[in-house]
């Protein structure tokens, strides 16, 4: 199945088989990020955690875990 990356438009080719062409039929197609895109965002997720001004939001069942 052919999939876009949602950050550069860049077209590529999964195998049908594979378990992210199986996730991304069941959800909507732009959530796809190529290999370099990916990088690309967690290196600077990584470099805010660096910084320190990264705020981490928690799904809600996380802060309650937090809280008790
Ligand atoms: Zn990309």
Redesign the pocket.
């Known amino acids: 199945m052919k999939v876009k ?6 077209i590529c080719e999964l195998d049908d088989q594979s378990l992210l062409a199986k996730r991304l039929r069941n959800r909507p197609i732009h959530t796809f ?6 990088e690309r965002i967690s290196k600077r997720t990584r470099d805010r955690w660096a910084s320190g001004k990264f705020v981490l939001h928690l799904p809600a069942e996380g802060r309650k875990g937090l809280r008790s």
């Open positions: 990356c949602v950050i550069c438009d860049k990020m190529c290999h370099e895109c990916h």
